[in-house]
């Protein structure tokens, strides 16, 4: 039987491919970055620096897996699409995360801040403690699963994929830990503000 090739256009010999993985890797890159930018300019709504910052995302994340288990992949363009689509998906929850806390804009943050936080005084630094000590508590009281996989994901910088393996679970299950703890947190956050 002969092995799977990918669409890059590589030559195949009765044995193998014909270029080695790190190399096919590169050239399917080449092959569809092209059409990856087109996505990624949609997904953004049109914002070329992040549309190129999904990218860039998607060619890391790519890259490594591909260099663990590149004969796992079958389409190769569906599956570049489906992680420039998971990227640019996660880049816009965290914008929209950053929104509903008051934070506005990500891209000009002085412009959208509170008053308190731009003015230096012992007020606004008690008012940050305080703020802190807050969701401190509110994260104390979400579940474990899903503070681990909350603070995995947003504050230590981790994909889904490697929280994940660290847990023992699917993607897509920590994927919903951790919209299920945004909205718990979320709904904290509003409700003593109500107070």
Known sequence: MMPLCHSAC????????????????WKIWDLHSNYLLSL???????????????????????????????TDVRDDKAWL???LHNICIDMYRNRRLLADVGFG???????????????????KGLLQREALSNIKELLAQIPA????????YCIRGRTYDEIAREED????????????????????????DAI
């Open 105 to 123: 804009n990500p891209e000009k943050p002085a412009e959208n801040l509170p008053e308190a936080y731009l003015t230096h005084s012992l007020e």
């Open 81 to 83: 699409c489906r992680i």
């Open 10 to 25: 590589i030559e195949e010999t009765d044995d193998a491919c014909s270029v080695s993985p790190p190399d096919l890797f």
């Open 40 to 70: 990624s300019l949609r997904w953004m709504r049109g914002n070329r620096a992040d549309a190129e910052d999904a990218l860039s995302s998607t060619k890391v994340r790519a890259a490594r897996y591909w260099a663990s288990r590149p």
């Open 169 to 192: 679970t699917t993607p897509a299950n920590i994927r919903k830990r951790v919209q299920l703890a945004r909205d718990f947190m979320r709904k904290n956050l509003r409700e003593e």
């Open 145 to 152: 699963p899903w503070r681990r996989a909350l603070v995995g």
